[in-house]
């Protein structure tokens, strides 16, 4: 249950970090990288059980 809402949450926070709004656009795609690997090491951890 708790690795099920993590991941929702990083998702959420993955899709507001990409650049696409005016202050962002200086950014570039590190945000957005940082948080999908985040997004990634949590689903594998969700699928194996161990969150």
């Known amino acids: 249950m708790l690795g099920t809402i ?3 949450l990083l998702v959420l926070v993955l ?6 709004w005016p202050h962002s656009n200086t ?3 590190f945000p957005s990288t940082g948080l999908g690997l985040a997004v990634l090491l949590v689903l594998v951890l969700v699928l194996m ?3």
Do not use: D, E, K, S
């Open 27 to 29: 950014w570039g795609y």
């Open 6 to 8: 993590l991941l929702v």
């Open 15 to 20: 899709i507001g970090v990409l650049p696409a």
């Open 49 to 51: 059980g161990r969150v």
